[in-house]
C-alpha cells in the first residue's frame, strides 16, 4: 500500500516537472541573433514579429576594434521614427550617454547597450502590439548613414 502511494506520489511529480518544463518552453522568447563587425552593416536587416511576441535580440560583435573606436548598439524605434534624425541626435548625445539620446527615449522600442569587438549584448523585448514597420539602427556616430538599420515588420 505505502510503495503504491510512493509510485502514485513519483508519477504526479514528474507529471509536475513536465508541465514546468512546457511551461518554461511556451514561455522563453525567440532569439534573434545579429552579428556586426568592421563592415557596418547588421547580418539580419529585416526581422518579422506577431504583435506583442516576446523577442531576444542578440547582438554579437565579431570585429575587434574597441568600443570607443567602432561600437556598435542595436536600436529598435517606433514606427514613423525619422531614423535619421534620431541618429543625428544620438552622435550629439555623445559615448558618454552610449549614443541614446535622453530627450528621445519615448521614441526608443528597445536597445542594447554600446559594444566593442568580441563582445555581445542582448535585449528582451515584446514586440510592439500595433501592426507596422519599425526601424532599428546602429546609433554609433554616422553608422546609420553606411547602412547600419534594418526594419523589424509586426504583422
Ligand atoms: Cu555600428
Redesign the pocket.
Known sequence: MKSKLLSLLCIAAGLLAVGASTARAAAAPRVVTIT?NEA?KFDVSAITAAPGEEIKVVLVNSGSMPKLA????WVLLKAGTDAAAFSAAAAAAGAAAEFIPADQKAAVVAFTKLIGGKETAEVTFKAPTEKGDYPYV???PS??L?G?KGTLTVK
Do not use: A, D, K, T
Not at 70 to 73: A, D, L, S, T, V
Open positions: 556586426v557596418m567602432m561600437g556598435h548598439n546602429c546609433s554609433f553608422h546609420f553606411l547600419m
